[in-house]
């Protein structure tokens, strides 16, 4: 069975900090597949990063996405107070359990 | 803009069938580069995709989890996509969401907003 692991469950960041989160999949996969997401409480996804590390449409230059194989991350490079959300990892048919990036 | 939005009852008894259908608006449902997808959501729980199919009918993937439960369909004429899920439980209690899916990348990019069922007798 494919498993995406996200890690960690919950980031606790202050606004301007970095934030790290990690997604490592259970077998080597294309980078081409994996996309980034953000879900705000009662929102739909909305789409973030796809193929490891490309932005989507409208997605600010603080999201950054990178990493290869098994191992990728998402990066926010100073949180702004609406990017407080849940993040998750996707690829083709799994998603990633999410991340919770909360304020400290 | 392309929208996509969900209809059907938001509550379903044990043992029967829920059925959803999302309607796309500001764009054609019959183009080459996409299918046509479903997700759900248990509530303070995370996505789990259902399955997908292409415009034409002639390719559909399920989540083998829930394949032998669910059907997708796709009505051009109509600019609709369905859902039906047979024999549910109450674990199947979700936000089920409709989605457009990049067939070449396999990615999300246009999502529904979501509509709530409830399995409950």
């Known amino acids: 069975e494919f498993v995406l692991t996200q890690s960690p469950g919950t980031l606790s960041l202050s606004p301007g900090e970095r934030a790290t989160l990690s997604c490592r999949a259970s077998?080597?996969?294309?980078?081409?597949?994996l996309a980034w997401y953000q879900q705000k409480s009662g929102q739909a996804p909305r789409l973030l990063i796809y193929?490891?590390?490309s932005r989507a449409a409208g997605i600010p230059d603080r999201f950054s996405g990178s990493g290869s194989g098994t191992d990728f991350t998402l990066t926010i490079s100073r949180l702004e107070p609406e990017d407080y959300a849940v993040y998750y990892c996707q690829q083709p048919g799994t998603f990633g359990q999410g991340t919770k990036v909360e304020i400290k | 803009q392309l929208q996509l939005q969900e209809s059907g009852p938001g509550l379903v008894k044990p043992s029967e069938t829920l059925s959803l259908t999302c309607t796309v608006s500001g764009g054609s449902i019959s183009v080459t580069s996409y299918y046509w997808a479903w997700i759900r959501q248990p509530p303070g729980k995370g996505l789990e995709w259902i399955g997908s199919?292409?415009?034409?009918?002639?390719?559909?993937y399920y989540n083998p989890s829930l394949k032998s439960r669910v059907t997708i369909s796709v009505d051009t004429s109509k600019n609709q996509f369905s859902l039906k899920m047979s024999s549910v439980t109450a674990a199947d209690t979700a936000v089920y969401y409709c989605?457009?899916?990049?067939?070449?990348?396999?990615?999300?990019?246009?999502w529904g907003q979501g509509t709530l069922v409830t399995v409950s007798s």
């Open positions: 193929a490891a590390s």
């Open positions: 989605a457009r899916q990049l067939v070449a990348l396999n990615y999300f990019d246009y």
């Open positions: 199919m292409y415009y034409s009918g002639s390719n559909s």
């Open positions: 077998q080597s996969i294309s980078s081409n597949y």
